[in-house]
C-alpha cells in the first residue's frame, strides 16, 4: 500500500515541470532534487506515516497474541523496553 502511494505521489508531479528546469541547465538529477523532491515531500511523509503505524500496528497485535512464544518484534520491543524475555 505504501508502495502504491508514493507511486501515484511521483506520477502525480508533472513531467514539464523538470523539462523546464533542464532547459535552464539543471542536469536530471539537480531537477530530481530541486523540483520534483520538494513537490513530493508532503506526499512521502504521509507515506512514511502510514508505513510507521502499519508495522506499529502489527507489532502491538505480535505483542499482546505472542506473549509466550514471542516473535522476533516482540522480542526487540521486549529488549528495548527492559523486560525479560
Known sequence: MTIWITASIFM???VELEEAAMIF???RF???IKITLPLALPGLAA???YAFIGSWAETAQA???TQFNPTFPVVVYQ???GLKV
Open 12 to 14: 502525480g508531479i508533472s
Open 25 to 27: 541547465g539543471t542536469s
Open 30 to 32: 539537480g531537477a530530481f
Open 47 to 49: 507515506s512514511a506515516m
Open 63 to 65: 505483542i499482546v497474541l
Open 79 to 81: 529488549t528495548l523496553v
